[in-house]
């Protein structure tokens, strides 16, 4: 079944918003030149910064972000990965950080797999900006497989947070998707990914607006 047309879901969010209001909370993601010219670093503090946020407020994380900063000498991915257990454990002493074991030693973990991906494709931002938009729900799983604490709605998250295009499976964009009778279900298992996927390439063949402005005229069209 082909999901609804998209002109009904956007008509929706204008007459619920309006279209100033509409295009004031669109993003603009970053073409694969800019996503690849990030460094390493930059990716992971910035999925570290997800995982932390998870289960937390975003402010508390932000407050003390600079802390983390300093303490994973500015995430360069090789020097993470090589951090001791000792390391590790010394930082839940350091109150200026989120003291939570399982997310510190995931950090360092995920920075292993950072540098591995890094070597087979040149760099992880390179392996980021080369993945298909058309496949996007195949690296939310790649990334929630590959890495830790990074499942959930923490992967499509951390790839909105760099820029790369992506939908975000919300509350509120999975409302609007059974409003609209599409069948994406939780958006979880690899049946629902799919349908999403498939739902959501419609979509971008029929306007041309990314996914990530797709995603949240979606979530506006009934929220």
Not at 4 to 14: C, G
Not at 56 to 68: D, I
Not at 137 to 149: C, E, I, N, S, V
Request: proline share 4%; with cysteine.
């Amino acid at each position: 079944m082909r999901p609804v047309t998209f002109q009904l879901i956007e008509e929706a969010a204008l007459l619920r918003h309006g279209s100033a209001a509409v295009a004031a909370r669109l993003t603009k993601p970053r073409s694969s030149a800019e996503l690849e010219a990030i460094p390493d670093d930059r990716y992971l503090s910035t999925m570290t910064r997800r995982i932390f946020q998870a289960g937390l407020k975003h402010e508390l994380v932000e407050r003390k972000w600079p802390a983390f900063e300093a303490a994973f000498a500015g995430f360069d991915p090789g020097a993470v990965a090589a951090l001791y257990d000792e390391t590790l454990e010394a930082m839940l002493g350091n109150r200026d950080l989120i003291r939570h074991m399982g997310k510190l030693s995931a950090t360092r973990h995920n920075a292993a797999e950072m540098v591995a991906i890094a070597a087979e494709h040149g760099s992880f931002g390179r392996f980021v900006a080369q993945w298909p938009v058309a496949d996007i729900t195949g690296l939310w799983t790649y990334l929630a497989r590959r890495m830790k604490q990074l499942g959930g709605n923490s992967a499509p998250t951390f790839l909105r947070m760099m820029g790369k295009d992506t939908a975000v499976p919300t509350e509120a964009v999975l409302r609007a998707l059974r409003h609209w009778e599409v069948p994406a279900g939780a958006a979880k298992s690899s049946a629902d990914r799919a349908a999403l996927q498939t739902a959501f390439n419609a979509w971008q063949t029929e306007t041309g607006k990314p996914l990530c402005q797709l995603s949240q005229i979606l979530a506006m069209s009934i929220d």
